[in-house]
């Protein structure tokens, strides 16, 4: 073979050798860089080549900044600390924006529930009704509106007999989700003991969709608490705008020390937002001064929703 003929041979080995080598892997790579445009030195895909195998795209990704999650917790702490708590006082707070789902909380005590339990009874008894299958009779109503719109107390010993007293509110609560709330002994309804994020269960089984109570009974329950007496409408609905609340309170004086438990809980629109509510004290010097306490914490909890919104 002469040496022209034998260049010849060589020269298309070596073509059909390129040929082959581009068609397992440079086309490929090519072919992912004209997806886009030309990247920055930074962002340039690495490409690797194992022995025997296809080369692959392996692009450098930045790494994306996330949100920082606001700490409720520590907010409504930090608010409370502007709330005059006078000494040997003790508060509880929780609060729920209904819109976004989140809660806060501060304390984590026991407290007698004086009147607010009667929010508590009406609800027992409309899921007694619920499982008879049956409506509220006209002694029902007219105990329900009087304990809930005027915190009559007759009526709620009525409608606590109804219900089988403390053994048929705390089956109630176990059904709702309220895991530290226990009824109070005999006839003493308003030496029920709950805490504060007890209440706020309690409150979204009263205006929340995920309820043992009906829609109706809902409905029911929201329509007392609208309505409560001109002389009881403090506590929580301070952290309203003008009239947009629902709510319950309770005030109990102690024969023991002569201070006051001071409660209330309920329902609350402010700058355009539904807040659910909170508050427990007891050691109060005064009625007074109990209410003073327990709208100041209310306004803090709310704020903490409202200004980091």
């Known amino acids: 073979m002469t040496s022209r003929r034998v260049r010849h041979h060589v020269l298309s080995a070596l073509a059909l050798l390129v040929v082959a080598t581009a068609t397992a892997g440079?086309?490929?790579?090519?072919?992912?860089?004209?997806?886009?445009?030309?990247?920055?030195?930074?962002?340039?895909?690495?490409?690797?080549?194992?022995?025997?195998?296809?080369?692959?795209?392996?692009?450098?990704?930045?790494?994306?900044?996330?949100?920082?999650?606001?700490?409720?917790?520590?907010?409504?702490?930090?608010?409370?600390?502007?709330?005059?708590?006078?000494?040997?006082?003790?508060?509880?707070?929780?609060?729920?924006?209904?819109?976004?789902?989140?809660?806060?909380g501060y304390g984590e005590a026991a407290f007698d529930t004086a009147s607010i339990v009667k929010v508590d009874v009406l609800v027992s008894l409309l899921l007694r009704a619920q499982d008879e299958g049956r409506r509220l009779?006209?002694?029902?109503?007219?105990?329900?509106?009087?304990?809930?719109?005027?915190?009559?107390?007759?009526?709620?010993?009525?409608?606590?007999?109804?219900?089988?007293q403390a053994e048929g509110l705390d089956a109630a609560n176990k059904r709702l989700g309220l895991v530290a709330t226990e009824g109070g002994d005999g006839m003493l309804w308003g030496l029920t003991?709950?805490?504060?994020?007890d209440q706020l269960t309690l409150l979204t089984r009263v205006f929340g969709e995920d309820s043992a109570l009906s829609a109706a009974s809902q409905a029911?329950?929201?329509e007392l608490m609208e309505r409560i007496a001109e002389g009881q409408q403090w506590g929580v609905s301070a952290a309203a705008d003008g009239s947009a609340w629902a709510l319950k309170n309770g005030w109990l004086p102690r024969s023991t020390t002569g201070l006051?438990?001071?409660?209330?809980?309920?329902?609350?629109?402010?700058?355009?937002?539904?807040?659910?509510?909170?508050?427990?004290?007891?050691?109060?010097?005064?009625?007074?001064?109990g209410i003073d306490l327990v709208e100041a914490a209310a306004k803090a909890a709310v704020g903490v929703f409202a200004e980091a919104a």
């Open 193 to 197: 003991r709950t805490t504060a994020a």
């Open 220 to 222: 029911y329950v929201q």
């Open 26 to 104: 440079t086309v490929y790579v090519q072919g992912q860089a004209h997806a886009g445009a030309r990247s920055p030195a930074s962002a340039r895909p690495s490409v690797t080549a194992p022995p025997g195998g296809e080369a692959s795209v392996e692009p450098s990704v930045e790494p994306v900044a996330q949100p920082t999650a606001v700490d409720r917790q520590a907010l409504l702490a930090d608010a409370l600390t502007g709330v005059d708590v006078p000494e040997g006082v003790r508060l509880s707070v929780a609060v729920l924006d209904v819109a976004s789902g989140e809660s806060a």
């Open 260 to 289: 006051w438990d001071v409660n209330s809980i309920g329902r609350v629109s402010a700058d355009g937002s539904v807040y659910l509510v909170a508050v427990l004290s007891d050691g109060n010097a005064t009625q007074a001064a």
């Open 137 to 164: 009779t006209s002694a029902e109503r007219q105990y329900a509106t009087a304990m809930i719109e005027n915190s009559d107390n007759d009526s709620a010993s009525a409608l606590w007999r109804t219900i089988g």
